[in-house]
């Protein structure tokens, strides 16, 4: 059996850092999210839960990532196309085909901080195989 997800964007992106943060792939993720019911934190290797961290205007910090982004000029991803990139206070800081090699490379390098990656060019989709079978 296999399910084809297709996931925005941001979502696919949350899902995909949060894989890298504990040293998984992004299918290998979704199998156990779908499995146990619950959502993989880094706040459940050690019980507590992680907080989100904002600003004292309000945005959280993955905002002021995402609204750097925004800002950085489209000619500086032309060469980025198909690929996905981490952007980092506006500038592009690495970028790679494979979502989870990068992700996993963003936090080794940088550690646990708020980063904004995006696929250059057309949406990305993820097909997951399952070991579990369709029930009739």
Do not use: C
């Amino acid at each position: 059996m296999s399910i084809t997800l297709d996931l925005s964007e941001e979502l696919e992106k949350d899902l995909s850092a949060e894989a890298g943060r504990l040293g998984l792939s992004l299918s290998d993720y979704v199998l156990q999210v779908f499995a146990t019911g619950l959502r993989l934190t880094n706040g459940a290797k050690n019980g507590a839960d992680s907080e989100l961290q904002t600003s004292p205007d309000g945005n959280s910090e993955f905002e002021q990532q995402k609204e750097a982004f925004r800002r950085i000029p489209p000619r500086d991803f032309e060469q980025y196309n198909n690929q996905f990139v981490a952007a980092r206070d506006g500038e592009i800081v690495d970028h790679d085909q494979d979502l989870v090699a990068l992700t996993g490379r963003f936090f080794d390098r940088y550690g646990d901080v708020p980063v904004y990656i995006k696929k250059i060019g057309e949406p990305h989709r993820v097909i997951l195989r399952t070991p579990f079978r369709g029930r009739a």
